[in-house]
């Protein structure tokens, strides 16, 4: 059973230390879980809700998410549909090395949109978010949920996103 916990000084340590594979190291660049976290609290604080979480399977810490509520304001986004609109985007979303392969990802990515279909920050139409464009794996679990690429490329990473629909179902293994 996959389920969401908040970061606690209970359990910070092992978030920290949750890790991707070597060769994956340079799909997330710089995007440390810690500095995740601390984005959340510099966020939260400007009033823009995020939502760090870590990844439980069974009592078992296997990941870490972070999404945040905002509005899609940038410049490169001006001709895309959820330009000026409230949007869920995805930030971060990591499975620790010792745990991939073993169907996680897929079901934790499926119960964070069902989460976020719940809407708890706020009303929006859409959610997106970026990958390393030669993140195969990412690309390929993100399509599976309907994620459609935008054309949108910002360094190494490619923009995606999806129309929420209130339809996501609990993904089962």
């Given at each position: 059973m996959i389920?969401?916990?908040?970061?606690?000084?209970?359990?910070?340590?092992?978030?920290i230390a949750l890790e991707v594979e070597e060769n994956q190291k340079e799909f997330i660049l710089d995007t440390t879980n810690l500095r995740c976290f601390a984005n959340a609290h510099m966020l939260n604080k400007e009033g823009i809700p995020a939502a760090p979480l870590a990844i439980y399977a069974n009592d078992r810490m296997v990941g870490f998410l972070m999404y945040i509520y905002d509005?899609?304001?940038?410049?490169?986004?001006?001709?895309?549909?959820?330009?000026?609109?409230?949007?869920?985007?995805i930030w971060h979303f990591m499975i620790d090395k010792r745990y991939q392969g073993e169907g996680y990802g897929k079901l934790a990515f499926g119960k964070m949109l069902m989460d976020i279909e719940t809407m708890s920050h706020g009303e929006a139409e859409y959610v997106?978010?970026?990958y390393h464009k030669r993140n195969v794996r990412a690309k390929e679990l993100y399509a599976s949920f309907?994620?459609?690429?935008?054309?949108?490329?910002?360094?190494?990473?490619?923009?995606a996103l999806k129309k929420l629909d209130k339809k996501i179902t609990e993904v089962t293994e």
């Open positions: 389920e969401f916990r908040n970061i606690t000084e209970d359990n910070i340590e092992e978030v509005t899609t304001d940038h410049e490169s986004f001006q001709n895309e549909v959820n330009y000026g609109k409230k949007t869920y985007f997106d978010l970026f309907g994620f459609v690429e935008t054309g949108i490329i910002q360094e190494h990473s490619v923009h």
